[in-house]
């Protein structure tokens, strides 16, 4: 039997054939219509390169749907310790009908304009409750500054939304030293942070954050949990105050 011409793309299928007879399997043709076949999808991908955008696109499209699901599942499995962890601090109402979580870090240029997102949400939404999740993964200035912050946070948590602010909203990159500075600024000495960081260097909170970021399959920051859905990347806060409005409206992120 003699075929015509045929590309189907779409799951990654070519069949064709040019005046063969096209075997049943790749592994029954013989070298010559490998030869063949192989000099075809080579000439037809040159000719057509825009069929390799979309099969990148699709693959693209599944490994976040694989990603968002396994995200989901560790959602469920880690109720408590995203929403309602002793280690993170809540902004916005504590009662709110609505929660974000937000994994930053002090470094983080995307979480440093993120933080005018949350501003925004907090100033025109009253029933949010927004919980900060401190994921310090950009070097050790980062860890440094985490725990100077956690110390902080137990010595002076009525101060920390301001704390917050002053470090994660500063020019300078984020250490122990800008950390203290920004502490000293708001009342809360040196000597104070560091008895606090000896006696309670919260470590347990950073290998928290972590383990919950591994689960969730989050690798940057700013990254953030709303109702049963894991939110990636700086979406802005036009996208998460939709997110929210979705979750009164249906209970889920997306209705």
Same mark, same amino acid.
């Given at each position: 039997?003699?075929?015509?011409?045929?590309? %189907?793309?779409?799951?990654?299928?070519?069949? +064709?054939?040019?005046?063969?007879?096209?075997?049943?399997?790749?592994?029954? +043709?013989?070298?010559?219509?490998?030869?063949?076949?192989?000099?075809? %999808?080579?000439?037809? +991908?040159?000719?057509? *390169?825009? %069929?390799?955008?979309?099969?990148?696109?699709?693959?693209?499209?599944?490994?976040?749907?694989?990603?968002?699901?396994?995200?989901?599942?560790?959602?469920? &499995?880690?109720?408590?310790?995203?929403?309602?962890?002793?280690?993170?601090?809540?902004?916005?109402?504590?009662?709110?009908?609505?929660? %974000?979580?937000?994994?930053?870090?002090?470094?983080? #240029?995307?979480?440093?304009?993120?933080?005018? &997102?949350?501003?925004?949400?907090?100033?025109?939404?009253?029933?949010?409750?927004?919980?900060?999740?401190?994921? *310090?993964?950009? #070097?050790?200035?980062?860890?440094?500054?985490?725990?100077?912050?956690?110390?902080?946070?137990?010595?002076?948590?009525?101060?920390?939304? &301001?704390?917050?602010?002053?470090?994660?909203?500063?020019?300078?990159?984020?250490?122990?030293?800008?950390?203290?500075?920004?502490?000293?600024?708001?009342?809360?000495?040196?000597?104070?942070?560091?008895?606090?960081?000896?006696? &309670?260097?919260?470590?347990?909170?950073?290998?928290?954050?972590?383990?919950?970021?591994?689960? +969730?399959?989050?690798?940057?920051?700013?990254?953030?949990?709303?109702?049963?859905?894991?939110?990636? #990347?700086?979406?802005?806060?036009?996208?998460?105050?939709?997110?929210?409005?979705?979750?009164?409206?249906?209970?889920?992120?997306?209705?």
């Amino acid at each position: 039997m003699i075929l015509k011409k045929k590309m %189907i793309v779409g799951g990654t299928l070519i069949a +064709l054939a040019a005046g063969i007879a096209l075997p049943q399997s790749a592994a029954a +043709l013989d070298a010559k219509q490998k030869e063949e076949l192989g000099a075809f %999808i080579k000439e037809y +991908l040159l000719a057509n *390169p825009e %069929i390799m955008l979309e099969v990148q696109e699709a693959l693209t499209t599944k490994q976040r749907a694989q990603q968002q699901a396994a995200a989901t599942a560790a959602i469920a &499995d880690n109720q408590s310790a995203i929403f309602n962890s002793a280690y993170d601090f809540t902004l916005g109402n504590p009662e709110g009908d609505v929660t %974000i979580v937000e994994f930053f870090d002090y470094n983080c #240029g995307y979480c440093k304009r993120a933080l005018s &997102d949350m501003d925004q949400i907090l100033a025109k939404d009253k029933n949010i409750r927004f919980v900060l999740k401190e994921f *310090p993964i950009l #070097g050790p200035d980062s860890l440094a500054a985490h725990k100077v912050s956690a110390a902080f946070r137990a010595i002076a948590p009525e101060k920390y939304g &301001d704390f917050h602010r002053g470090l994660l909203g500063g020019e300078e990159r984020a250490t122990e030293e800008t950390a203290i500075a920004v502490a000293a600024s708001l009342g809360v000495t040196e000597a104070q942070l560091r008895e606090k960081m000896e006696d &309670d260097p919260h470590d347990a909170g950073v290998r928290e954050a972590y383990t919950l970021a591994n689960d +969730l399959g989050i690798t940057g920051t700013p990254s953030y949990v709303i109702g049963n859905e894991a939110v990636f #990347g700086a979406v802005g806060s036009g996208e998460l105050t939709k997110k929210v409005a979705n979750m009164r409206q249906c209970g889920k992120t997306a209705c």
